[in-house]
């Protein structure tokens, strides 16, 4: 039986600059941040209040699997929008909106009446959208 | 789950925590930052955060623990201090518990693993993730 997810991937543009966004704008902790053999960096960033599923943040680049081609394309979809990081829970969507619209977090849309409760939807440094919900 | 005017405070002593993790601290210096009874701190930061004040507070040492061990040349007795450790004893026995290891054999095997000096090895992430960005 699977009993939860650890690792999800967001697809950054830089590292160090998507790092700042996800500590520093939005209030996560920093999970993992190694250099590993192959000049790969192992970043990972986590919302405070569940250090359990880990973001791991990272730079789609030439390699193993991806050619020079790829590794750009994804980065211009990244860019465009095309991929999102998910949704962020919060206990209160209005006044975590408030706070990260005052540190520069760019939203698209305010919170909204949604089904599933109130919604606003963001973007980070990179292009990735999110949602951040009150359920 | 605690109130907003709650969740301020206690987030001034968890990043009291986070700041000064390698200097010793007790839960009345936490509580403290909190201004909240070292009891009532240590409950309502289990619920929030799903974990005690003391059990971040160890987590953040060893983690900074696994990372000086591989990339700097410290002594275990070296890396024990920077991290906030008085005692060697007690060091060793919470990163054995923590990580399956004790500093000097993880230090040991993860450098023998590397094919970089100071480097995690490949191995050190998940498979998947090694694969898929290194081909290891």
């Known amino acids: 039986m699977i009993t939860s997810i650890a690792h999800a991937t967001i697809y950054v543009l830089n590292q160090e600059e998507a790092l700042d966004f996800y500590i520093n704008k939005l209030g996560f902790e920093v999970g993992d941040d190694m250099q590993?053999?192959?000049?790969?960096?192992?970043?990972?960033?986590?919302?405070?209040s569940n250090s359990q599923l880990q973001l791991v943040l990272a730079e789609p680049k030439e390699g193993p699997m991806f050619s020079k081609d790829a590794a750009d394309k994804i980065r211009n979809l990244v860019k465009e929008g095309?991929?999102?990081?998910?949704?962020?829970?919060?206990?209160n969507c209005q006044e975590t909106y408030d706070a990260l619209v005052a540190k520069g977090v760019e939203f698209m849309q305010p919170p909204t009446e949604q089904?599933?409760?109130?919604?606003?939807?963001?973007?980070?440094n990179s292009g990735n959208w999110f949602s951040l919900v009150q359920r | 789950m605690a109130t907003s005017y709650k969740l301020t405070r206690l987030k001034a002593g968890r990043d009291y925590i986070a700041d000064n993790f390698q200097t010793p601290l007790s839960l009345s210096d936490m509580a403290q930052r909190a201004y909240l009874s070292p009891y009532h701190f240590l409950r309502v930061f289990k619920h929030t955060y799903g974990e005690t004040p003391n059990e971040f507070l160890i987590r953040l040492r060893v983690e900074q623990a696994k990372k000086m061990l591989i990339t700097e040349n410290f002594s275990i007795s070296e890396v024990c201090e920077?991290?906030?450790y008085t005692s060697l004893g007690s060091f060793s026995s919470l990163f054995l518990k923590q990580t399956g290891m004790a500093p000097t054999l993880y230090r040991?095997?993860?450098w023998a693993l590397s094919a970089e000096p100071f480097c995690f090895p490949a191995r050190a992430i998940p498979a998947c993730y090694a694969f898929h960005f290194l081909g290891k």
């Open chain 1, 36 to 48: 590993v053999e192959g000049d790969f960096r192992w970043l990972t960033v986590y919302p405070k």
């Open chain 1, 82 to 91: 095309a991929f999102g990081a998910g949704v962020f829970e919060t206990e």
């Open chain 1, 115 to 124: 089904l599933y409760g109130i919604e606003a939807m963001g973007v980070d």
């Open chain 2, 82 to 84: 920077r991290v906030g």
């Open chain 2, 108 to 110: 040991r095997k993860l």
